[in-house]
């Protein structure tokens, strides 16, 4: 079945110390794939999109995420985190042939100071 | 530029009472989505209108819920009866239409959290 996976659902990590978050795909042919960081009580920012080309794509506030084909995956990364990123980042894809987002379930981020 | 607006922030109801949600999409974008999220989930497409016609309204529940853009601008998502299970963030995003990767680009306005008691 087509899906989303956001392995993890809460990560926690100091302030300083660099940061993976994790999201996979089960799609047939390679969608294009997004992350967006909610804030508490805001919507959705865009933090970064993948539609073809290079598979390292930059975002924005120091974010970056690798495409890797063969292990259907878009892991989200940062350096250096600060208290400000502490959200809830979602990982969505759009399959080939729509325009439909299809969201992960989420991965709430806390940081320590 | 002016973001997606949305409004109210915050409503309360009882069960079967009906609410409304109002989105004014940003400026120029003919694409409009409302999504629901559930405490714990990802955002979930209820409907999508390009300009004032219907996309994809397939995980609406229609027996219950209501969407229309009448003039192809804002638009109003009603829910009527309100069930428990309908607490939920409601969300209201936009897009462009045509230039190719942008319409891929959903912008996202600040939500409605309806509570149902």
């Known amino acids: 079945a087509q899906s989303v996976t956001q392995p993890d659902i809460h990560i926690t990590v100091s302030e300083g110390a660099s940061l993976e978050l994790r999201c996979n795909y089960s799609?047939?042919?390679?969608?294009?794939l997004f992350w967006y960081v909610q804030s508490p009580g805001q919507g959705l920012q865009l933090l970064l999109k993948?539609?073809?080309?290079?598979?390292l794509v930059q975002g924005i506030k120091g974010f970056e995420a690798e495409f890797k084909r063969s292990q259907s995956s878009f892991n989200l990364r940062k350096p250096s985190v600060h208290w400000s990123d502490a959200a809830e980042y979602f990982c969505?894809?759009?399959?080939?042939?729509?325009?439909?987002?299809?969201f992960g379930t989420g991965t709430r981020l806390k940081v320590l100071a | 530029e002016a973001g997606v607006a949305q409004s109210p922030r915050y409503k309360i109801i009882e069960k079967r009472q009906s609410v409304a949600f109002w989105c004014n999409p940003i400026?120029?974008?003919?694409?409009l989505y409302w999504y629901q999220q559930i405490l714990g989930q990802g955002p979930k497409l209820l409907i999508q209108?390009?300009?004032?016609?219907?996309?994809?309204d397939s995980q609406l529940p229609k027996d219950r819920f209501s969407a229309e853009r009448l003039k192809g601008v804002d638009s109003t998502l009603k829910i009527q009866p309100a069930k428990l299970e309908d607490s939920a963030v409601y969300l209201c995003?936009?897009?462009?239409?045509?230039?190719?990767?942008?319409?891929?680009?959903?912008?996202f306005g600040p939500g409605t959290r309806l509570t149902v008691t």
């Open positions: 995003a936009s897009s462009l239409v045509g230039a190719r990767n942008q319409a891929y680009e959903q912008y």
């Open positions: 799609y047939g042919a390679t969608p294009y």
């Open positions: 993948y539609f073809s080309g290079d598979t």
């Open positions: 969505a894809v759009v399959p080939s042939g729509t325009y439909k987002y299809i």
């Open positions: 400026s120029g974008h003919a694409t």
């Open positions: 209108f390009q300009n004032n016609g219907v996309v994809d």
